[in-house]
């Protein structure tokens, strides 16, 4: 980094302190007003399908015919820390969005089956798991490394590197489930969000650690390139 003293982090790879949402820009996380829970029901016709270590199921629109993974947090915090991880997988997925970076579209839904808000995610027919050892390969994974340290993402790749699949249609790398960002771990538990430093854009290149298998290679003149990048289209209006 171009710092004369190595402790101090440049400026433009801090976030800016947090403001209130803004009426443009990124939304805040709200329930969806197209996506109706009374009109999802399970794609199997029988009990929906879990797949993840979260409650929840493969389910189908009947009115549109749209399939969703909707996905029930568990409340490992207390009271309706679920309905909170699902806020705020929802806010992270809107942020990469806004960054140019795929994710899964993602609505908020009061699910009756689970008694609490949930996440649901559009469905992405033929998507395939990509190998860890094939993931740095593709520039769309790589180029999201600082928003993945910004959101402090830890679990972005997924224990078995099972979190970011492949579009059958487009190619690209989608980041599938990010609710291990900010200030949850994936399985619900709290972690500090510190706002005026992001200590990921080392430990998240680390190959003894999940993700550093894939950012490994990621320089300090790609950290500051996608560093400018994040600045220039989140600033204090957006946060």
């Not at 709200?30 to 879990?50: I, M, Y």
């Not at 820390?81 to 997988?89: D, I, L, N």
């Amino acid at each position: 980094m171009c710092s004369s003293d190595p402790a101090e982090e440049p400026e433009y790879l801090k976030p800016e302190k947090p403001k209130p949402l803004p009426s443009q820009g990124i939304e805040p996380p709200k329930v969806s007003q197209t996506l109706l829970p009374e009109n999802l029901v399970p794609a199997s016709g029988g009990l929906p399908e879990q797949l993840g270590t979260n409650p929840g199921g493969v389910y189908k629109d009947k009115i549109t015919g749209t399939k969703y993974y909707v996905k029930a947090y568990n409340d490992k915090q207390g009271v309706d820390s679920g309905a909170a991880q699902a806020r705020v997988e929802w806010l992270a997925n809107k942020i990469y969005q806004h960054l140019g970076i795929a994710t899964t579209q993602t609505e908020l839904v009061f699910m009756k089956d689970f008694n609490k808000l949930c996440i649901a995610s559009k469905w992405i027919e033929g998507a395939e798991k990509i190998p860890a050892e094939e993931q740095h390969k593709y520039p769309d994974i790589i180029s999201g490394f600082v928003a993945d340290a910004y959101l402090k993402n830890w679990d972005v790749a997924g224990l078995n590197y099972e979190n970011i699949v492949r579009d059958p249609t487009t190619g690209q790398g989608i980041r599938s489930d990010n609710g291990g960002s900010m200030t949850f771990r994936a399985q619900g538990s709290a972690k500090e969000f510190e706002t005026d430093k992001i200590p990921e854009l080392e430990s998240m290149r680390d190959p003894n650690h999940g993700a550093g298998k894939i950012f490994k290679g990621i320089t300090k003149e790609n950290i500051l390139s996608q560093a400018q990048y994040l600045v220039s289209k989140i600033g204090r209006a957006h946060v």
